[in-house]
């Protein structure tokens, strides 16, 4: 997705201090992405360019779901990050479909619960570079989509590594939980846009709809 600024009737938005980056995290089938495309629309709405990072799990070409080895997942952490290296200065926001955080849980369990290639270090370091992760907790069904395991005791494991690691990983400030179940079309994404606005000393306007 181009990074884009709607225009206003006062001409262009005076830039942010600095850029903005949130990650939409958590397992597999409960809505990231149509979260994230939500929230993107809302940065828009608000006159702030938006960038998308998309999920690169479906272009491993070492294996994915279950079945995934430590080397695959190592694979994934290494893109993500590139990713967002590539992207994070296009725009006023950067929004991401997953971040070091849910990669990190897929790759222990992929590594039997122990950190094979010793990347805490890097994932530590790398997720102080969210100002903000919204983590999805899973409470819909999951779906077929033709790629995604639909196995639930698979996405169990996943959900109970993340419960271990994101409070070492992301402080209770910077972190929003919602349900799947609570992503339709009534969220209050504006709410979630103006804390994030907040966080690099920035704010937003509201979009005229609503005054």
């Not at 919204?134 to 109970?160: C, I, M, W």
């Not at 504006?190 to 609503?210: M, N, Q, Y």
């Amino acid at each position: 997705m181009p990074s884009t600024t709607p225009p206003t009737a006062a001409g262009p938005a005076a830039a942010w201090p600095r850029h903005a980056k949130v990650a939409f995290i958590g397992s597999h089938g409960i809505r990231k992405t149509t979260a994230l495309l939500a929230f993107a629309a809302e940065v828009q709405r608000a006159g702030r360019s938006v960038e998308l990072g998309r999920e690169v799990v479906r272009d491993n070409p070492l294996g994915i779901n279950e079945g995934a080895t430590g080397e695959a997942q190592l694979w994934v952490l290494v893109s993500q990050i590139r990713q967002e290296l590539e992207l994070a200065r296009k725009a006023d926001v950067l929004v991401t479909d997953r971040g070091v955080m849910d990669n990190f849980a897929y790759y222990l369990r992929a590594c039997g619960g122990s950190d094979a290639f010793e990347v805490e270090p890097l994932v530590r370091r790398w997720s102080e570079t969210y100002d903000l992760v919204v983590r999805l907790l899973p409470d819909v069904a999951l779906q077929a989509d033709g790629v995604r395991s639909t196995n639930d005791a698979f996405r169990d494991e996943v959900e109970a590594i993340l419960d271990r690691v994101i409070p070492g990983l992301v402080p209770a400030d910077r972190l929003v939980t919602l349900r799947a179940s609570e992503v339709t079309s009534r969220t209050d994404w504006f709410a979630i846009l103006e804390r994030l606005a907040a966080s690099v000393g920035a704010t937003v306007a509201a979009p005229d709809l609503w005054r």
